[in-house]
T-cell receptor, first 114, second 111 residues
Framework: DVKVTQSSRYLVKRTGEKVFLECVQD?????MFWYRQDPGLGLRLIYF???????EKGDIPEGYSVSREKKERFSLILESASTNQTSMYLC?????????????FGSGTRLTVV | RKEVEQDPGPFNVPEGATVAFNCTYS??????FFWYRQDCRKEPKLLMS???SGNEDGRFTAQLNRASQYISLLIRDSKLSDSATYLC????????????FGAGTRLFVKA
């Protein structure tokens, strides 16, 4: 089975801190994604990457950046954390087109910004 | 109007009941559809794809109605372990690939 591993299950950070969320997948998938999930809103796409060093903005990229230096690793960076970035963050990967094969998600990082 | 809409529920049903959820979508050019299951405080997991011809996997049946722009999920003989949130996912490729997740429908199955 494909495994997507997120480095932290729970994080508490202070407003203004720079925050790094790490994600690693072990099945050589080309595509990787970062979503956030908030009650009543569903999952919203922050950034995605379809190759090493490539990145594309999703629907809500403001306040975030990403890094993909290796195929298996996709990092989400909150440049200066704010309370409205308190959320559940989900990393996902997909084999080729996720419209055909769906996504495999990591177990999520619940981030609280105080 | 949201691009993908689900009744948030919760649906409270007894064990053994049959329950159905619908999910409506606004983009008539949507191409592929999925149902995901999400347990409390866990990640979403792919449950099944949805095809025009319908798709059945054990007690679960997914249907697509393109004319009315909705997909459905039917669960027969509900088990306690079916308690979860069910997310519908709609994919389109107009103006670039796009995935929209519904906010989910919560199901509680009671003994």
């Amino acid at each position: 089975d494909v495994k997507v591993t997120q480095s932290s299950r729970y994080l508490v950070k202070r407003t203004g801190e720079k925050v790094f969320l790490e994600c690693v997948q072990d099945m050589d998938h080309e595509n990787m994604f970062w979503y956030r999930q908030d009650p009543g809103l569903g999952l919203r796409l922050i950034y995605f990457s379809y190759d090493v060093k490539m990145k594309e903005k999703g629907d809500i990229p403001e306040g975030y950046s990403v890094s993909r230096e290796k195929k298996e690793r996709f990092s989400l960076i909150l440049e200066s954390a704010s309370t409205n970035q308190t959320s559940m963050y989900l990393c996902a990967s997909s084999l080729l087109d996720p419209g055909l094969y769906g996504y495999t998600f990591g177990s999520g990082t619940r981030l609280t910004v105080v | 109007r949201k691009e993908v809409e689900q009744d948030p529920g919760p649906f409270n049903v007894p064990e053994g009941a049959t329950v159905a959820f619908n999910c409506t979508y606004s983009n008539s050019a949507s191409q592929s559809f999925f149902w995901y299951r999400q347990d409390c405080r866990k990640e979403p997991k792919l449950l099944m794809s949805v095809y025009s011809s319908g798709n059945e996997d054990g007690r679960f049946t997914a249907q697509l109605n393109r004319a009315s722009q909705y997909i459905s999920l039917l669960i027969r003989d509900s088990k306690l372990s079916d308690s979860a949130t069910y997310l519908c996912v709609v994919n389109s490729n107009t103006g670039g690939f796009k995935t929209i997740f519904g906010a989910g429908t919560r199901l509680f199955v009671k003994a």
